[in-house]
């Protein structure tokens, strides 16, 4: 999440299939409620939410499970 | 655990500086210069052949953020700049990226010619159902009956159906997705790229700011969930078939997908064959004119 | 063996001329509409562009033709158009674009009565102050009026050049007779045709700004397709061509865009002085019916009048100080026009005290020089 590029819109929030995501419940400096990974063990990497994101605001990190 | 990032992978495509852009929350815009973004790196495409031509409007303002050759026109002009550049760099990509009343209202004429010339330019409509930048205003392909600044009453005009118009001007691609359908759309975006002749997608965009508030549908993940129920995904169907309506279907899908010799083409095979007399026979003065 | 520069003696009409002259200036695009009485340069440059390795298209209207003519130019090519009265209004917001982006390109205008449709068979110079003020908005351009078949086709090198160097739209202020005409045309060599060209950065696309102006005020062009990733827009804008909403960005640019020509007036100004140096009474003409002007201004001289004539070939920037000069040894200056009173406006501002006769002409016909004579005796009966 780049947090203070978010405007808020519910795109990623509403697009995820695994509910990974909701909003944060802090202003980000854009005066909106950014939205922010709720639960990441849910995340199974689709990569939906960063092709629908507006704002470039997430993207999708691939970590090696060691 | 998501950490905090200051860059995203896709920064390189953008000019700096240029984010946070101009459209609204909840704007699917972003959606479409995402998407682009993503065809043209999928294909590696070197963004020093690249020419971005935006007409006026909301997504006009895509040609300053995206980093690559750009120019933003008078008001539906666009595919006539790109003719130029194309013709004088046929080496070069064009790609107009317009909204739906700056192409096929003042630029309808412009439209239908580049598409019967067979062009090759790529043309992404960004279609919000509105004049999205000047507060609303009806637009060619506002629906009938909907609200709005200029039809308070609601529109009594039968909006065009722009991949019929785009498939009868000659159009040799043409797509129409939405902004939810992201993944067909940047398929459908490599494929325009790639092929020679006018390509057309339609990327239904409604604006939450003015036509979604003013036909009250609601906030911009409403708007969301409209375009999931009503969306049908159709390949090769009849593009005749396709208007929208508020409360219809909307009808998403490859409508034309065919290859036909463009204007740079002939004009070069025509070139070439007057250079060829010309070395033979010569033009040494006027007078043999 | 192919030759792009018709090097030769020939007899043509000013339209031809005016297009051979654009070729040998280097323009290899050309964009236009049918349209009395210009067409025969869209259809010449239809013939020779292909041959010289250029492109000609036909557009769908006059508008899309200068929007491909902008395009052209803003990738590397040197652009033209050419029109008359009815398409020249619709060139206007693209005329626009071309001052605000700063794209270089050439616009012949060859007029015909007007307004509106009018009459396209015949001669005009209804569209004088449109050429300057057409387009909305404060901006300077470069306007030049050709009275000879051999001047349209040196004066759209003309045109080219300075088109190239300042970075404007230029245009060529022609009328129906000078391009209809049959004279007598001088191709010269092409190593003796100057040409030039835009500038070019000379520091890498990191560093390089598309509107920062260089000491002339005139910032160097990079084009598409060169690396540079550019940016033009018609919105005011910043020196990386961004839009900027701020007074100080419009105040800058607007300026900049008007000084560039403005401050570099006396370069570009150009009279031709026949006669003046000891004249009394001076007629002030552009166009075909300064020839008609030089012939009464003979023909007073043999009758003991000291008459001269100030021919003005560019109109635009208006040559203030050329014609204050003048006011001041005349006693009166006449000024043939083919409309119903456009340039003399000017020529009465700047001629300050000195009686202005203003002679409108509308309709097919120049200017007689017996008209002109008679005149000018009018003037020393008092």
């Known amino acids: 999440m780049i947090k203070d590029r978010c405007k808020g819109c519910g795109f990623c929030v509403w697009i995820c299939p695994k509910h990974v995501l909701s909003f944060s419940d802090k202003l980000n400096v854009r005066g909106v409620f950014s939205a922010m990974v709720k639960d990441d063990t ?9 092709l629908i994101c507006p704002d470039f605001a997430i993207f999708l990190e691939r970590r090696r499970k060691v | 655990m998501a950490e905090v990032s200051l860059s995203h ?13 101009i459209w609204c929350a909840g704007c699917g815009y972003g959606v479409i210069l995402n998407c682009f973004i993503r065809a043209l790196r999928e294909l590696e495409f070197n963004l020093n052949n690249l020419v971005v031509v935006s007409g006026i409007g909301c997504i006009g303002r895509i040609s300053g953020y995206i980093n690559a050759d750009g120019f933003h026109t008078t008001h539906g002009r666009a595919l006539a700049f790109a003719t130029g550049v194309k013709l004088a760099r046929p080496h070069l990509k064009v790609v107009v990226i317009s909204g739906d009343g700056d192409l096929f209202a003042i630029g309808g004429n412009h439209f239908i010619h580049a598409a019967r010339r067979n062009i090759d330019v790529t043309v992404i409509c960004a279609n919000n159902f509105v004049y999205g930048m000047t507060g609303g205003q009806l637009g060619p392909t506002t629906p009938l009956s909907a609200y709005t600044p200029t039809t308070p009453y609601g529109s009594v005009e039968h909006p065009f159906n722009l991949v019929y118009l785009a498939a009868g001007s000659g159009a040799v691609y043409v797509a129409r997705w939405t902004i939810i359908h992201v993944r067909e759309l940047i398929t459908s975006l490599k494929k325009a790229l790639q092929r020679k002749g006018l390509s057309f997608i339609e990327v239904i965009s409604p604006c939450p700011t003015l036509f979604g508030r003013y036909n009250r549908l609601g906030s911009a993940v409403d708007i969301l969930d409209w375009l999931k129920a009503s969306s049908v995904t159709r390949y090769h169907s009849n593009p005749a078939e396709a208007e929208i309506t508020l409360g219809g279907k909307i009808i998403v899908g490859e409508f034309v997908d065919t290859e036909k010799v463009t204007y740079s083409e002939l004009l070069e095979e025509m070139t070439k064959k007057i250079q060829q007399r010309l070395e033979k026979e010569g033009r040494l003065t006027l007078a043999s004119l | 063996m192919r030759r792009d520069v018709l090097s030769g003696t020939y007899f043509v009409q000013g ?5 051979e002259g654009a070729i040998a200036a ?43 003519v902008l395009g052209a130019s803003y990738s ?20 626009g674009l071309a001052v605000m982006t700063e794209t270089p390109c050439v616009l012949v205008n060859v007029m015909r009565g007007g307004p509106s449709t009018g009459q396209p068979t015949k001669t005009g110079q209804q569209d004088v102050m449109q050429a300057k003020w057409g387009s909305h908005g404060d901006y300077e351009l470069v306007v030049l009026a050709p009275a000879y078949v051999q001047e349209m086709f040196d004066l759209t090198v003309e045109a080219f050049n300075l088109s190239e160097e300042y970075r404007i739209p230029v245009i060529i202020l022609a009328d129906e007779i000078v391009a209809h005409i049959r004279e007598k045309l001088i191709i010269p060599e092409p190593n003796t045709i100057k040409k030039i060209e835009r500038k070019k950065p000379t520091i890498p696309p990191g560093e390089y700004l598309p509107f920062k102006p260089d000491e002339n005020l005139v910032p160097p062009m990079a084009c598409f397709g060169e690396g540079y990733r550019i940016y033009a827009t018609g919105l005011t804008h910043d020196e990386r061509g961004m839009p900027d909403m701020t007074a100080e960005a419009h105040q800058c640019l607007v300026r900049r865009l008007c000084d560039k020509i403005r401050n570099n007036a006396n370069k570009i100004v150009k009279t031709q002085e026949v006669m003046t140096d000891d004249a009394e009474i001076a007629i002030v003409a552009y166009g075909t019916p300064a020839r008609s002007a030089i012939s009464a201004a003979k023909k007073a001289r043999k009758e003991g009048i000291k008459a001269g004539i100030q021919r003005l070939i560019t109109i635009w920037p208006f040559p203030e100080r050329a014609i204050s000069k003048l006011a001041e040894k005349v006693e009166a200056i006449i000024v043939p026009e083919m409309n119903y009173g456009q340039l003399v406006r000017e020529i009465e501002r700047a001629a300050k005290t000195t009686p202005v006769i203003h002679l409108p002409k509308l309709g097919e016909e120049l200017h007689r020089p017996s008209e002109i004579l008679e005149a000018i005796r009018r003037i020393l009966r008092g």
């Open chain 3, 26 to 68: 280097g323009c290899r695009f050309f964009a236009g509409y049918p349209i009395t009485p210009a067409t025969e340069i869209s259809e010449h440059m239809a013939v020779r562009l292909p041959e010289v390795g250029g492109v000609f298209i036909q557009m769908e209207d006059e508008i899309a033709s200068l929007a491909a």
């Open chain 3, 76 to 95: 590397g090519v040197k652009a033209m158009t050419a029109t008359s009265g009815p398409g020249f209004s619709l060139m206007m917001e693209n005329l």
């Open chain 2, 9 to 21: 992978p896709l920064d390189g495509y953008l000019r700096k500086g240029i984010l946070p852009h």
């Open chain 3, 15 to 19: 339209n031809i001329a005016c297009a």
């Open chain 1, 42 to 50: 849910a995340c199974v990497g689709c990569g939906l939410c960063e």
